[in-house]
């Protein structure tokens, strides 16, 4: 099985400053996409130092071997340790105050995806045609399309759709929703912070990546170029992963 993958992450049309950042990391079969919130400086320090604290974790502890529930176990303490570096960034400064990021991590630990996240930066999985979401936001919104208040289609569009109900920094300890998925030969593995998802509808999301599902680069600037067609109101940061059955052997 090999993993082919790329990242982009782009301004948008409408803000000044990009609080988004990502990292891709195949030797280590980590990808992460962090949107910073509490104001642009802050913003941009929180999710460069979750993404920060992510890839020092895994280099220093190494890419985890076979056994799927300890990958989730280290994913869950990297995520934790990452939380615990901008809580103390935040201590002591009353301008970082409300500072913190979202994250969405996955480890692809041989035919297996572990998936962390935190907020509304998403994960979705594209197989046989079909786009799944792999995360559930934390955000107000969804809380209220889980209640059945709002269908999904007015939480696209509701104004209050950018208050994520939990984050990074905002505590001292932090509650990572983990998923494991199996992975598959074929599989499309797409992160995104919300500047792509309530810009561009699941729909067309599934029709770019299958158009594009051998080569990650061209799906990720097709996304892109679709988040600003549409408005670009918010940063946009993609990052593709696609399993394809030739090459040799590198899981
Ligand atoms: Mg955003």
């Not at 913003?43 to 992510?54: C, F, H, K």
């Not at 494991?180 to 500047?195: A, I, K, T, Y």
């Not at 109101?233 to 899981?251: C, L, Y």
């Amino acid at each position: 099985m090999r993993i082919d993958s790329f990242g982009i992450t782009d301004v948008g049309r409408r803000r000044a400053s990009n609080e988004d950042d990502f990292l891709v990391e195949p030797d280590f079969g980590l990808y992460a996409v962090a949107d910073g919130m509490g104001g642009h400086a802050a913003g941009e320090v929180a999710s460069r130092l979750a993404i920060e604290s992510l890839e020092t974790f895994f280099r220093k502890n190494g890419r985890p071997s076979g056994d799927p529930l300890l990958a989730a176990q280290r994913l869950k303490e990297a995520v934790a340790t990452a939380n615990r570096s901008i809580w103390e960034a935040i201590a002591g400064h009353d301008e970082r105050r409300g500072m913190g990021t979202t994250l969405a991590a996955v480890l692809q630990i041989g035919k297996q995806w572990v998936v962390g996240h935190v907020g509304d930066s998403r994960v979705y999985l594209l197989r046989d045609g079909r786009l799944a979401r792999l995360t559930s936001d934390h955000s107000w919104v969804n809380e209220q399309v889980r209640l059945g208040f709002l269908t999904d289609e007015a939480a696209q569009r509701h104004p209050m759709r950018n208050i994520v109900t939990r984050a990074l920094g905002s505590r001292e300890d932090v509650v990572v929703d983990i998923a494991l998925e199996p992975l598959r030969e074929g599989d499309v593995l797409l992160l995104c912070s919300d500047g792509l998802n309530t810009m561009v509808p699941d729909e067309t999301i599934r029709d770019i990546l299958s158009r594009h599902s051998i080569d990650p680069g061209s799906a990720c600037r097709a996304l892109v170029d679709e988040a600003n067609r549409r408005g670009g109101e918010d940063n946009i940061t993609v990052i593709v992963a696609a399993a394809s059955p030739n090459g040799n052997g590198r899981s």
